[in-house]
Each structure stands twice: as C-alpha cells, then as structure tokens.
Antibody, heavy 119, light 106 residues
Framework: QVQLVESGGGVVQPGGSLRLSCAASGFTFKNFHMHWVRRAPGKGLEWLSLIEYDGRRTYYADSVKDRFTISRDNYRNTLFLQLNSLRTEDTGIYYC????????????WGQGTLVTVSS | DIHLTQSPSFLSSSVGDRVTITCRANRDINKFLAWYQQKPGKAPKLLIYAAYTLKSGVPSRFSGSRSGTEFTLTISSLQPEDSATYYCQQLSDYPLVFGGGTKVEI
C-alpha cells in the first residue's frame, strides 16, 4: 500500500531555514508527480508546490515562490521541500501528496510534519 | 490566477439529510476539480476527482457534479462519520488553489 512519511519539521526563528523530506513507498515513485500542501493554524488547505515525475518541471504558489524549493530523488524514493527565509505565517502542518494516475489530484497524503516559525 | 469560491463555509445538518456544497471557479476549468475531506488531526482524503469520479473505497453517498464553472459535492444521506471540513481544489492551471473549505457539523 502507498505510504508517505514526512519528516524534518520543527521550530525555527523567522528568517531561518528547514528542509522537509517525504519518504515514499508502496508505489513506483519515479512515475508520479508529487505535491506539497500546508494547513496553517485555524486556516484552510494551501497548495504550495508540485514537481513532475522526472523532476524537470516545478510549480509554486506565489506565497512561497523564490523562498521554497521542491526537489526529488527518484533513486531514494524521496521528495524534498527546502524552506528558506521563513516567516511566522509559514507556520503550519506540511503534507506531501501523490497524484492520481494520469492526473494531478492528490490521491494519497502523508500524515504531515509541523513547522513552527517563532522567535 | 484561478480563484475558487466555496459555499457555505459552515453548515449544520442532521443524520440522513441530503447535503450540498458548492465550488465556483472564476473561469473555465473544464472537469479538473477534486473534493477532499479532512477531519481534525488527520490528513485530507480524496473523495472525488475529475469532477465526477468517486475514488475507490469512498462511500457511494458522496457524488460530484458540474454545471459550467459551478461544481457540487453532494452527500445523499449524511452520516455521523461525515462530520469534517470539505475542500475543493482546481487542477486546471497553476497555482492549483483550494477553495476556502466547508465545515460540516452533524
């Protein structure tokens, strides 16, 4: 069965950096586009980024463009999100997600990792 | 950018009721819309993709429909376990935004 396990969250000061990881198993990782989505406290879901199956093309929400970088290692079946220049409003639970076959809808989700940006 | 207006933001209903949630896009997104359910402390779950297609394993009381740029999630007979927040997401063009969410209280 599909399993996605995020890690790398924690507490960081404004202006700091974190690197999130998402370990994938139970499917052929290199064949699927992957997403990052977050939910800030008291708010709704916010789509952040997508990376295509081979890593050649990436897409970002305006709120994180130029600060966050999505990447993947198809040999280690791992998705990454590098978070730089963090702001207090970046606080939230970060989820990775796998797309449905042939589409971009998020078929499977990890359990999430908590990022807290606070001084 | 595409913008999604989801309504209502909150609804309270009873077991057995038929419930409808609407998501309206500000321009044509074809059928590229998904519906998710999220319960407190849990990851979201995909219910419906490509506007109409029920994900395998999701109860048949959930259904999706489309009329132009207006999309609807219907729960035909509300169950206690359906208490959750529901989100739509457009998958037509980047950024792949979500609607604001609908909290359903039983």
């Amino acid at each position: 069965q599909v399993q996605l396990v995020e890690s790398g969250g924690g507490v960081v000061q404004p202006g700091g950096s974190l690197r999130l990881s998402c370990a994938a198993s139970g499917f052929t990782f290199k064949n699927f586009h992957m997403h990052w989505v977050r939910r800030a406290p008291g708010k709704g879901l916010e789509w952040l980024s997508l990376i295509e199956y081979d890593g050649r093309r990436t897409y970002y929400a305006d709120s994180v463009k130029d600060r966050f970088t999505i990447s993947r290692d198809n040999y280690r079946n791992t998705l990454f999100l590098q978070l730089n220049s963090l702001r207090t409003e970046d606080t939230g639970i970060y989820y990775c997600g796998k797309v449905v076959p042939g589409g971009h809808d998020i078929d499977d989700w990890g359990q999430g990792t908590l990022v807290t940006v606070s001084s | 950018d595409i913008h999604l207006t989801q309504s209502p933001s909150f609804l309270s209903s009873s077991v057995g009721d038929r419930v409808t949630i609407t998501c309206r896009a500000n321009r044509d997104i074809n059928k590229f819309l998904a519906w998710y359910q999220q319960k407190p402390g849990k990851a979201p779950k995909l219910l419906i993709y490509a506007a109409y297609t029920l994900k395998s394993g999701v109860p048949s009381r959930f259904s999706g429909s489309r009329s132009g740029t207006e999309f609807t999630l219907t729960i035909s007979s509300l169950q206690p376990e359906d208490s959750a927040t529901y989100y739509c997401q457009q998958l037509s063009d980047y950024p792949l935004v979500f609607g604001g969410g609908t909290k359903v209280e039983i």
